[in-house]
């Protein structure tokens, strides 16, 4: 974890779900035919009872692209496809405290089949799901972010991340997600190749402070109307890869502006070894008593206290990407991302 830093883009982050929150004493749409999910019928604000496994993500393959959103404000640009064929992205595309927008950028057809957008900050690859870049490729340029000087302990920092909105009141599941007290396992599995990295340390180099991380975020979120504490919130992490650390371990901080716990369990949960370049890596697990200790650790922390009931608490948001805030160089590829509630 990056001390007194991660929560510039963290709190960026809730930009993508302010409006949702607002609203939050709205009533939820009701579940899609389509989904396997079953809604008791006795009394009022019952939670919804599985009864199929669950994929949580749609578009694993980023086949429709991204919704591309503007580095400052957070408002979406326009679409970044490799083609038009596949429909309108359901994705976005945060790029949270950089000098450039990767909107726009020319594409470039890689012998693979695969598009790359590039720019001198930033570099995002997608294609069929035969190319051998696929799923997805992630690229950012800390050296040239920061224009080769190191960041101040409180400035921001870039971060280039995916992130797909799951629950109600406006994922792409609505209420059909089910809240975590109705299962008995949420299985996560990626695959993660780190292709190259370079930490270009020079002087001013602190490692409390700069470093290049690439992480899937998954925000645990009160969604029980009835309840007070309804679209309160925690980060739960698993830290696929930190510069740092050969193996990134357990790290548990709490928000400076906004509160929320954010619980990251590293990799060690699932693997005794880290990422190596140029070799795949899988990760996969059941995340649920994971989960379940990180709203422990909120509770006990004085954190989430309106309810301390897992039939309030749903997976809302999944994120995925790298933060930067040294003068690190990094690209990441990753598949086969699942995530499914039994």
């Known amino acids: 974890m990056i001390l007194l830093t991660r929560v510039n883009s963290l ?6 779900i302010i409006f ?20 008791r019928q006795s009394g009022i604000n019952q939670p919804n009872t599985l009864i199929a496994p669950l994929q949580l993500l749609t578009d694993q393959n980023f086949q ?16 970044l496809q490799y083609t038009t064929a ?9 790029q949270w405290y950089s000098q450039s927008s990767i909107y726009g950028a020319s594409p470039s057809t890689l012998a ?53 909105k799951i629950a109600d009141p406006d994922g792409w599941l609505g209420s059909s997600t089910p809240f975590l007290g109705t299962l ?3 299985q996560f599995n990626i695959d993660a190749k780190l292709l190259y990295h370079a930490r270009n340390q020079s002087t001013g180099y602190n490692s409390a402070i700069h470093a290049v991380q690439f992480s899937c975020t998954f925000l645990i979120q009160n969604l029980n109307p ?16 930190d510069d740092r650390y050969a193996v990134p371990a357990q790290s548990i901080s709490t928000d400076l502006f906004t509160g929320k716990l954010i619980y990251d369990v590293g990799i060690t949960p699932f693997s005794s070894t880290g990422l190596t370049a140029g070799q795949w890596k899988n990760i996969n697990g059941d995340l649920l008593p994971l989960i379940k200790n990180g709203l422990t650790e909120a509770w006990g922390r004085g954190i989430l206290t309106d309810s301390q009931n897992y039939n ?31």
């Open 11 to 16: 709190a960026m982050f809730l930009l993508t």
């Open 20 to 39: 949702s929150l607002i609203s939050c004493k709205q009533q939820s749409p009701e579940p899609e035919n389509n989904i396997k999910i079953a809604t």
């Open 64 to 79: 429709k692209g991204f919704n591309v959103l503007h580095p400052g404000t957070g408002a979406i640009q326009g679409p």
């Open 86 to 94: 596949n429909g309108s992205p359901i994705w976005n595309l945060a």
């Open 112 to 164: 693979s089949g695969s598009t790359q957008f590039a720019n001198s900050d930033k570099a995002i690859t997608m294609g069929p799901t035969t190319s051998t870049d696929g799923s997805l490729i992630f690229a950012i340029n800390g050296q040239h972010e920061f224009n080769n000087i190191y960041r101040g302990a409180t400035d921001p920092f870039p971060a280039m991340l995916a992130d797909l």
């Open 184 to 186: 008995s396992n949420v």
């Open 226 to 241: 009835a309840n007070p504490g309804y679209g309160k919130s925690m980060y739960f992490l698993v830290m696929l890869y």
């Open 312 to 342: 309030d608490y749903k997976i809302s948001l999944f994120t995925m990407g790298i933060e930067c805030p040294g003068l690190n160089i990094l690209t990441m590829q990753v598949k086969n991302l699942s995530l499914i509630a039994n």
